[in-house]
């Protein structure tokens, strides 16, 4: 894939100048990024733009990007999430190669690692309870207190970090801390908790380890183990990189990783997170990981949404410091902008009202020319059935129409599209006062293309041929979110949308038939969308609305 957004983009974002003026001055010859997710949940959206950014880098200069597991914390973690985090950055084109990478075969590496800091006399056993270590740890204005067994001896450390190694002691009776500075400004400098234990099966090395390493510690040994350059986080991680640099420098890597952290991708009123989609997931407010109207990657797949919109989204959004929310509708913008040429427009009609053209033959069929895609020829053109009932969408038909509508309404005369023009000379309604079906008449003379131009109509409107018609179930999402309320409140809960999904019965055009699943289409004048990858079957089409045509998105300057 290559990144064919990037032409666009003039200056050069903060992070490639730090990388090129690290490669001018020989800090490193070559640029190694990586993606390092923790496989307890699924991916979405904001992970997306940092896959996008590590392997663009790595394009950009010619080095490598490495996908690495980060699955040091045994207790969230499973493989179903490991496979489904593959499948989702293949799917957005990057590509690992053979640099595929699992934090967890490091465990012996960051065990000796640990074993030289207690050598050093830079880590040390310590006994204090959790409550105790957080009191000894001092706040934001005070410093903390040194613990009692923050001078054990290197042989007295070697020893009880061999013990704890070997499962003598229960789950948090001991840690293994740096020995760095309690007095600190910095309160992650407060001699952090490098390793802990916990008797708990890890899902890639089982039960070889009863004593884990903290992120704090593992993170910058896997960088640096790798020989990763440039190790791009996001910012809450900013006040943790003096412990980076600490753990990099006690452990004497030559040419240490650099860490450089940038601004989250956020979607205004859309939930991001993956501690909530989670959530929404577990509290079966949707309905499993991949639900369309989530933003986990999964989702927006089976929602029809294209890696290249995603690529364009990631690419629009920059990358900075600061931390921004960007519109959803940005979202949209880029996969109407990648659907318009590429997905053929076909007619549907999701809301359906019978329209019967009483002077049209009985029993009839003709079939007419249409272009598959007005803006692009080279998707070529299909056979129309046309007949004497059809459907039509039932928006497109008022008693008593306001001003300015072109549709149909009693004695007025509209175009069908790729059709005839027909004039409405009655309706039929129901008991309740529901219109039923609405008659017109046609004229044979306005064939399109015929090159009719004895008079105009101002209206155009979409419908399906009745008789030759596909049924199929259509989703139309909204935000699951109540806009109006915000996405959290306070005590952590969310304020849904009762109304986000609306299912409808629709018709479509017999070009449908040949629809498989993943299938991308614009209903013409409707929206595009795509068929359900979960779904569908043989019997059943179900097509997912990605999103509708209308749009006041403007692309920012
Ligand atoms: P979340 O914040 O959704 O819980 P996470 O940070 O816990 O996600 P990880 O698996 O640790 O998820 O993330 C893997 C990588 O993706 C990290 O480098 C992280 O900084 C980056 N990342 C996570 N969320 C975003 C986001 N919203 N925008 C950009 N990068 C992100
Ligand atoms: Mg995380």
């Known amino acids: 894939m290559e990144m064919t957004e990037k032409e666009e983009v003039v200056s050069k974002n903060f992070i490639e100048q730090i990388i090129e003026k690290d490669l001018q001055e020989g800090t490193y010859d070559t640029v190694c990024t990586r993606f390092p997710p923790e496989p307890n949940g699924y991916l979405h959206i904001g992970h997306a733009k940092s896959i996008l950014l590590n392997y663009g880098l790595a394009q950009e200069y010619h080095g490598e990007f490495h996908m690495r597991f980060d699955d040091t914390n045994p207790t ?31 465990f012996q590496q960051m065990y000796e690692g640990a074993i030289k800091l207690i050598k050093k006399g830079k880590a040390y056993v310590c006994d204090l309870t959790p409550d105790q270590i957080r009191e000894y740890r001092g706040t934001l204005t005070e410093p ?11 042989e007295e450390n070697l020893a009880l970090f061999e013990e704890m190694k070997n499962g003598v002691y229960a789950d948090g009776e001991k840690v293994l801390r740096a020995k760095i500075d309690m007095a600190s400004p910095n309160i992650n400098m407060r001699d952090p908790i490098i390793y802990r234990v916990a008797h708990v099966s890890h899902h890639n090395t089982g039960d070889q380890w009863c004593i884990y390493p903290m992120y704090d510690y593992a993170h910058p040994v896997e960088d640096a183990i790798e020989g990763i350059t440039h190790s791009i986080c996001t ?104 659907l318009k040429q590429k997905a053929p427009r076909f007619m549907a009609v999701t809301d359906p009202l019978k329209l019967v053209i009483d002077n049209y033959p009985e029993d009839s069929i003709e079939y007419l020319d249409a272009p598959n895609n007005m803006e692009n020829e080279a998707l070529g053109s299909r056979k129309l059935p046309f007949g004497r009932e059809l459907y039509i969408e039932r928006e497109d038909f008022m008693e008593e129409p306001p001003k300015k509508y072109f549709r149909l309404f009693p004695g007025n005369e509209v175009r069908l599209m790729n059709a005839y023009f027909v004039k409405c000379v009655s309706f039929e309604k129901d008991e309740n006062g529901n219109v039923t079906v609405v008659h017109c008449t ?46 959290y409140n ?39 969308f795509c068929v359900d990858t979960r779904d569908t079957t043989q019997d059943r089409l179900v097509l997912n609305r990605i999103v509708s045509l209308k749009s006041s998105f403007k692309l920012p300057k």
């Open 76 to 106: 969230k973690e499973k493989t179903e999430f490991v496979d489904s985090i593959k499948e989702d950055i293949q799917w957005l084109g990057a590509d690992w190669k053979d640099h595929l990478y699992f934090a967890s075969d490091y």
């Open 144 to 154: 903390g207190k040194n613990s009692p067994y923050r001078d054990r001896s290197v």
């Open 235 to 338: 910012l809450e991680f900013e006040d943790h990189r003096p412990l980076y640099d600490w753990v990099v420098r006690e452990l004497e890597f030559e040419k240490p990783p650099k860490q450089i952290e940038f601004a989250k991708l956020y979607l205004t009123n859309v939930v991001t997170g993956k501690r909530y989609i989670k959530k929404l997931v577990e509290e079966n407010i949707v309905d499993g990981w991949d639900d369309p109207r989530l933003v986990s990657l999964a989702a927006l797949r089976r929602r029809g949404f294209t890696p290249e919109s995603i690529q364009k989204f990631v690419s629009l959004c920059g990358v900075s410091k600061a931390d921004n929310s960007v519109d959803y509708a940005m979202l949209e913008y880029c996969i109407r902008e990648d």
């Open 490 to 528: 306070e005590d952590g809960t969310m304020n849904i949308n009762e109304n986000s999904l609306e299912v409808r019965k629709a018709f479509l055009e017999p070009a449908f038939s040949a629809a498989k699943p993943g299938d991308k289409y614009q209903f013409v004048r409707e929206g595009f």
């Open 442 to 487: 046609y004229d044979p003379e306005t064939k399109a293309g015929s090159g009719f131009t004895g008079r105009k109509v101002k209206g155009t409107i979409h419908w399906v041929c009745a008789k030759t018609a596909i049924e199929a179930e259509v989703r139309l999402y909204d935000n699951i979110i109540d806009e109006e309320k915000g996405v």
